[in-house]
């Protein structure tokens, strides 16, 4: 059987010049429970990131609904006859802000104009069934969806389809498990998959779970586990990093090629114990830098050594049985003169 069952909830252009459909992996699970499944990925906002609003005219929207009340049918975005008059809303459900699913699941549309004002962007819309039909789309740049943009994701498919990667170990403190990036569920089976430093996984496929939700990289092991992993954790250098304003943000996979400079550069052993989580002593600053992304402060002294410092919070059960957020600060001293790291504490 087809492991690919093509979905109905959008209609777009495949890697090639052929026209298709973006295809819905259908995750079987071991339990009852059929989640869904929603990535933090919003093509509208990376393309945002990179372009003005004018190039976005003659763009192709996707339409699909990441945030689908599947009872009640609507999805959290505002669409309008004409723009900026809240008594002009297109297919508005009830009395609310919220769009009926029909208007634009499944749907492609041509974006025929833009404007802007000084809190929205406005684009509006052209039905590419039904040309007559034209609505302006209201959006803060904010929130996720409700469109992907084809030209992003032919873009992902071309230059990702094919690279095998490395995902790296990720410890947090206060958490028992340690966990990697790809999700630890196997698509196919329902069944865990058990970390193995040595695999390598290739991206197969861009895709929906169960046909809804934004798009994830399908990816599969040498030792056949299919799995998939969002796709901010997969290229956060090449988009969320610009709009983290993080010139160097954390990496969560290496791609083969990137490995393998690594380890010429270093050593395999450096490289097997960084792969796996783990910072140390002697290890260079660049391996800190693609472990954590950019410090969140420097402290230097008169000395050589200087004090990079990264907070965060971790969240824990306690036992009062909530849950309880702590502020953890990590530290790590560095020789500038050579990139060395010398020695790291953490405060909680």
Request: net charge negative.
């Given at each position: 059987?087809?492991?690919y069952i ?9 890697c ?5 459909q ?5 995750r079987?699970s ?6 869904l499944?929603?990535?933090?990925f919003d093509?509208?906002k ?10 976005f005219i ?6 699909y ?15 309008f006859?004409?723009?900026n008059?809240?008594?002009k809303r ?5 009395n609310?802000?919220y769009t ?9 549309f ?9 809190i ?27 469109f ?6 032919n ?9 095998k ?7 947090k403190?206060d958490v ?8 630890e569920t ?21 895709s929906?779970?169960?046909g809804k939700?934004?798009?994830v990289?399908i ?25 983290l304003?993080k010139?160097s ?19 395999l052993?450096?490289?097997a ?8 002593k ?6 800190l830098?693609?472990?954590k ?6 402290n230097?002294t008169?000395?050589?050594?200087a ?34 790291i010398k ?6």
């Amino acid at each position: 059987m087809n492991k690919y069952i093509l979905s109905s909830i959008l209609i777009v252009g495949i890697c090639s010049s052929a026209n298709g459909q973006i295809s819905s992996y259908e995750r079987k699970s071991v339990s009852s429970a059929n989640e869904l499944v929603v990535a933090a990925f919003d093509s509208t906002k990376i393309q945002w990131s990179e372009n003005s609003l004018q190039s976005f005219i003659g763009q192709t929207f996707i339409g699909y609904c990441p945030t689908i009340d599947t009872n009640r049918g609507y999805v959290d975005i505002q669409l309008f006859t004409k723009k900026n008059d809240p008594h002009k809303r297109y297919m508005q459900f009830g009395n609310s802000s919220y769009t009926q699913c029909s208007a634009i699941e499944g749907k492609t549309f041509n974006i025929i104009d833009v404007d802007e004002d000084s809190i929205y962007k406005w684009f509006l819309l052209q039905d590419t069934d039904n040309p007559k039909t034209k609505f302006w789309y209201k959006w803060s740049g904010i929130s996720n969806g409700p469109f992907i943009i084809l030209s992003n994701y032919n873009y992902l498919c071309q230059h990702y389809i094919g690279k095998k990667f490395i995902p790296i170990l990720k410890h947090k403190p206060d958490v028992a498990k340690d966990s990697f990036f790809v999700e630890e569920t196997d698509l196919e089976t329902g069944k865990s998959i058990e970390y193995d430093p040595t695999d390598k996984w290739e991206c197969i496929s861009f895709s929906q779970i169960n046909g809804k939700g934004d798009l994830v990289a399908i990816v599969k092991n040498q030792r056949g586990c299919t799995s998939y992993i969002s796709l901010p954790r997969l290229i956060p250098n090449e988009y969320y990093g610009q709009l983290l304003g993080k010139k160097s943000p954390a990496r969560m996979v290496l791609f083969e090629d990137e490995f393998a400079d690594l380890v010429e550069k270093y050593d395999l052993i450096t490289m097997a114990a960084f792969m796996t989580g783990h910072i140390e002593k002697g290890m260079n600053v660049e391996l800190l830098y693609l472990m954590k992304g950019k410090p969140d402060s420097i402290n230097r002294t008169s000395y050589s050594d200087a004090q990079y410092v990264y907070r965060f919070e971790v969240r824990s059960l306690g036992s009062d049985g909530r849950y309880h957020n702590k502020a953890v600060t990590q530290l790590y001293y560095i020789d500038e003169s050579t990139g060395e790291i010398k020695d790291w504490s953490q405060l909680n």
